[in-house]
């Protein structure tokens, strides 16, 4: 099991995996539930959602080299060269030159408020 990031602080975010390619994590609106105050909220691992950061168009990067991809909506995911437009919470294209196919998943876990790769 290997760290992707240390914590759930984000709402999209571009990160390195150990086998050198990009991982997007997408942390479902809401996902983060009230916890009282001095614990851990337990957080189901279908709260964050994780891509390959390879466009199924032409096998590049959504992103325009920052890392963000998620558009203001919260749901969808931009590819910045051709404008493909992706489902953030299933991968599936639902606009652009490969509409239909979908972005390769990343199996995570959320352990101790961190988001884990096998
Ligand atoms: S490379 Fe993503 S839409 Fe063309």
Do not use: W
């Amino acid at each position: 099991m290997t760290q992707l990031h240390p914590n759930l602080d984000f709402t999209q975010i571009t990160v390195r995996h150990p086998e050198g390619y990009e991982v997007i994590l997408v942390r479902a609106p809401g996902a983060l539930p009230e916890a009282p105050p001095g614990t851990q909220p337990e957080t189901p691992a279908a709260t964050v959602h994780a891509y390959r950061n390879s466009c199924p168009h032409l096998g590049i990067g959504l992103d325009y080299g920052n890392g963000q991809c998620l558009l203001d909506d919260g749901k969808t995911l931009l590819c910045a060269m051709h404008g493909a437009t992706f489902e953030a919470d299933t991968g599936l294209c639902t606009g652009g030159p490969c509409a239909g196919s979908r972005l390769k998943r990343v199996a995570v876990t959320i352990v101790n408020g961190a988001v884990i790769c096998d």
